[in-house]
C-alpha cells in the first residue's frame, strides 16, 4: 500500500546526551523556554539540575513547570499555556516520558492556536500549528519523543482522547538509556509492553504486508521481549535498556506500519479508557486487554495471528491455523505474567461494574460516532463484550 514516513526528529542517543539539551534547544532557535516535568522523579534524580545547568551555559533563559501525572490532565496543559503567554516562552522542552512529552504537545497546540486546545482533541477543529518542543526522555514507553500524537485526559468527564498532527513531532529527543535506570520495574514492563503493542497494533491488519515491514517488526518485539526479561533481572543493564529505548522510538514514528494501511489500534482505544477511568499505568491497561481482544478477532484473520505465533514464539502448525493462532495468543499472556504484567482486568487491579464497563464502551465508540479497529470493526456492543471477557 502507498504511504507516507515523516520522522523529522534529531535523535541524540547514548551516555551523557543530556548534557547536549542547551545547544540543541539554541540550535531550534529557542530563547525563553518551558521546562515541563513530572511528578518529581527528575528533580530526585538530579536530571532537572543537568537540564537547568546545560541551558544556563547556553545561555537560555527558562521557567519550570512540574507536576504532570501520568495520565495527564488538560487543567495542567491550561496552566502550562497561561504560563507561556505570561512568560513570552518560544520554546518547550519535555523533561519525563509519556505523559510530560504529551502535556507539552498539548501546550505547544495552545500557544499556536486560538480559542480552546480541548477542541483538537474533542475531534471539533484541526490544530493548524504547534509551538516548537524537544524532549529529554527518562522512560522507554510511549515513543511520543518520535510519534505525532498526544493523548490528554480532561477531568470535566474524565475523558482520555488523542490527538495526532505531523505539527507536534518533536524538533529533537535525547536519549540517555542511563537515565531509565530509576524506574520501579513495574513501569520499566510496563514501558516495554506498550512497546511491543505500538508494533502489534500495526501487524495486525488485513492487507497483504510487507516482508520488510513484518520483519522489522518480528525484530523489534523480539527484542524488547529479550531485554524486558534481562531488565527483570538487572534493571542497570545498559545494553538492555538502550535496546529498549531505541525500540520505544522506532516502534511508534511510523516505521513499523510502512505499506500496511496503518494498523488496528483498537486495544489502545480500548485502554486509554481504562486509562480515564481507572488511571491504570498504559502499558500495563494493554496488557490486561489484549488477549481478550485477539480472542474477540482473530477469526477475522487467523493466519496473521499464525505467523505471530511462529515468529515470535517459533511455534509450528499442529492441527489447524487458529490453533496455531490461539496458542500465539496464550505464549504472549505467558510472558506479560512472566515479567509481572497482568493479562486481566482483576490482576490490574480493577473491578469495573456493569454500569462503568457501559460508560467505557460509550466513551470509546465517542457515543456511537464512531467503530474501533480494522481487524473486526468493533461497536460499542463489541468492545463492552471485550471488556466483559477481560474481567478475569
Ligand atoms: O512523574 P514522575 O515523577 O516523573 O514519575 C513518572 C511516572 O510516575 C515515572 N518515571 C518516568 N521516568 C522515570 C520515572 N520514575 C523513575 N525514574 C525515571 N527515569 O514513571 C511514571 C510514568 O510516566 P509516564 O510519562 O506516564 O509514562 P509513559 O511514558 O508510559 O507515558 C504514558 C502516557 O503516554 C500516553 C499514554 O496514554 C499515557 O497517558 N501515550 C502516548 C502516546 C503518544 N504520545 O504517542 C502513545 C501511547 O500509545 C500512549 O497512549
Ligand atoms: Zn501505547
Redesign the pocket.
Known amino acids: 500500500m502507498n504511504f507516507e514516513y515523516f520522522t523529522p526528529t534529531k535523535v541524540v542517543f547514548g551516555r551523557g546526551a543530556e548534557e547536549q539539551t542547551g545547544a540543541l534547544v539554541k540550535e531550534q532557535g529557542g530563547h525563553k523556554v518551558l521546562v515541563h516535568?513530572?511528578?518529581?522523579?527528575?528533580?530526585?534524580?538530579g536530571?532537572l539540575d543537568v537540564i537547568c545547568r546545560s541551558l544556563d551555559a547556553a545561555g537560555l533563559s527558562y521557567v519550570l513547570l512540574g507536576g504532570?501525572?501520568?495520565?495527564?490532565r488538560l487543567s495542567k496543559v491550561r496552566e502550562g499555556i497561561r504560563l507561556c503567554q505570561e512568560e513570552n516562552v518560544d520554546f518547550l522542552l519535555a523533561v519525563?516520558?509519556?505523559?510530560?512529552?504529551?502535556s507539552t504537545?498539548a501546550i505547544g497546540y495552545g500557544l499556536a492556536n486560538e480559542g480552546d486546545v480541548w477542541d483538537f482533541y474533542d475531534r471539533k477543529r484541526k490544530a493548524a500549528g504547534c509551538a516548537p518542543l524537544g524532549a529529554v526522555l527518562?522512560?522507554?514507553?510511549?515513543?511520543?519523543e518520535m510519534?505525532?500524537?498526544?493523548?490528554?485526559?480532561n477531568e470535566d468527564g474524565w475523558i482520555?482522547r488523542?490527538y495526532?498532527s505531523n505539527y507536534c513531532r518533536c524538533r529533537f529527543a535525547v536519549m540517555d538509556p542511563e537515565?531509565?535506570?530509576?524506574?520501579?520495574d513495574y513501569?520499566t514492563q510496563?514501558?516495554c509492553v506498550?512497546i511491543m503493542?505500538?508494533t502489534m497494533e500495526r501487524y495486525f491488519n488485513l492487507s497483504d504486508n510487507m516482508e520488510l515491514t513484518d520483519g522489522i517488526s518480528e525484530a523489534l518485539i523480539r527484542t524488547v521481549m529479550r531485554n524486558a526479561r534481562i531488565l527483570k533481572q538487572n534493571p542497570s543493564d545498559y545494553n538492555a535498556r538502550a535496546e529498549v529505548m531505541w525500540a520505544s522510538s522506532l516502534s511508534?514514528n511510523g516505521l513499523t506500519g510502512c505499506g500496511t494501511g496503518g494498523g488496528d489500534w483498537a486495544s489502545?482505544q480500548i485502554?486509554?479508557e481504562l486509562?480515564g477511568m481507572f488511571d491504570v499505568?498504559?502499558?500495563a491497561g494493554?496488557a490486561a486487554i489484549w488477549g481478550s481482544w485477539a480472542r474477540y478477532v482473530y477469526r477475522e484473520h487467523p493466519e496473521r495471528f499464525a505467523r505471530f505465533a511462529e515468529q515470535i514464539f517459533g511455534l509450528k502448525e499442529d492441527g489447524s491455523v487458529e490453533a496455531l493462532a490461539l496458542a500465539g495468543i496464550e505464549k504472549m499472556e505467558d510472558f506479560y505474567r512472566s515479567v509481572g504484567m497482568p493479562t486481566n482486568l482483576k490482576e490490574l487491579g480493577i473491578n469495573p461494574t456493569e454500569a462503568q464497563i457501559q460508560e467505557m464502551a460509550e466513551k470509546c465508540s465517542f457515543f456511537g460516532r464512531r467503530t474501533v479497529g480494522v481487524m473486526k470493526k468493533l461497536t460499542a456492543a463489541d468492545v463492552e463484550e471485550i471488556y466483559r471477557m477481560a474481567r478475569g
Do not use: C, F
Open positions: 516535568y513530572g511528578g518529581g522523579s527528575v528533580v530526585r534524580s536530571l504532570v501525572v501520568p495520565n495527564p519525563g516520558g509519556g505523559s510530560v512529552i504529551d504537545k527518562t522512560i522507554a514507553a510511549a515513543g511520543s510519534s505525532d500524537s498526544s493523548v490528554i485526559t482520555k488523542g495526532s537515565l531509565t535506570y530509576t524506574l520501579p513501569q510496563s514501558g506498550d503493542m505500538h511508534h489502545h485502554e486509554h486509562g499505568a498504559h502499558g494493554l
